[in-house]
């Protein structure tokens, strides 16, 4: 089904998180664009709030795509001190943002009401989300794993229009016990949950099902990534750690594709 898919087409997603400097940013991108000749996957670069005008310029002409690493859940300006819009992101050329990362429901307590919120805004002002969902280790070893990702899902897909939000998104399997910790799901395990997704997504719409792109993100690398992205249910990663290296990404890269 995978190969079949057009929407499926591989993307490779880049979650600069809260790293670089002017020089460094530029080193990154001027070296990814360059490397990525004979690459056949989408790839999209997230980098901190501050770089996205510089990123953006620097991207202008080339295929890489650029996202935000947040979006605020008010679609217009407003008194939302430290957030960003969606007509502020695309006004700057940004068409994905990632909703809903551990990082920001863990550390900055982001609710699955939030999160819903966020990716709502952000379909309707033309940004499209990398809606992220995870369990944590206790989860996984109470045998929760898929409960909580039920819920997590459940959190857009009974919004009144959350089947037409999800066509429009990109969702992000991330075990919180593999981001940044060198720890990563095997490919069975990962293939496992993006096929339970697959299915509980199906319970509501089966186009829906078969058509959303689901990546895998954990300590994905360059030596793990064929492995994972040959799973049939997994469409390519969001990637930490390994982005910001330009051989380590464009090798993760040429592994999608
Ligand atoms: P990692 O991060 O690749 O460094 O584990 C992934 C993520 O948090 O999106």
Redesign the pocket.
């Known amino acids: 089904m995978k190969g079949n898919n057009d929407m499926r087409r591989p993307l490779v997603a880049g979650?600069w998180?809260m790293n670089g400097t002017q020089e460094g940013v530029i080193e990154l991108i001027d070296g990814i664009k360059s490397g990525l000749d004979g690459i056949n996957v989408e790839v999209l670069v997230c980098p901190p709030a501050i770089f996205i005008g510089l990123v953006g310029a620097r991207l202008e002409g080339s295929k890489v795509k650029l996202g935000a690493q947040n979006i605020c859940q008010q679609p217009e300006s407003g008194a939302f001190t430290g957030e960003l819009s969606a007509a502020m992101l695309t006004e700057f050329g940004c068409r994905y943002a990632?909703i809903g990362?551990?990082?920001r429901r863990h550390v900055y307590g982001e609710s699955d009401k939030l999160i819903a919120e966020r990716v709502a805004a952000a379909v309707a002002g033309n940004v499209t989300p990398i809606f992220?969902i995870g369990e944590l280790l206790e989860e996984r070893e109470n045998g929760t794993t898929e409960q909580v990702i039920a819920q997590q899902l459940d959190a857009v897909l009974n919004l009144d229009n959350g089947i037409v939000l999800l066509k429009e998104t990109v969702l992000?399997y991330?075990p919180v016990w593999?981001?940044?910790?060198g720890k990563t799901a095997s490919p069975e395990q990962a293939q496992a949950v993006h096929a339970f997704i697959r299915s509980h997504l199906a319970k509501q719409d089966e186009a829906l099902a078969a058509g959303i792109k689901i990546l895998y993100?954990?300590?994905?690398?360059a030596a793990n990534a064929e492995k994972l992205f040959g799973m049939p249910d997994i469409d390519g990663g969001?990637?930490?750690?390994?982005?910001l290296k330009v051989n380590d990404f464009l090798a993760v890269c040429k592994a999608a594709g």
């Open positions: 979650n998180k990632i990362h551990s990082e992220c992000a991330e593999a981001i940044g910790t993100g954990g300590s994905v690398n969001l990637i930490g750690g390994a982005s």
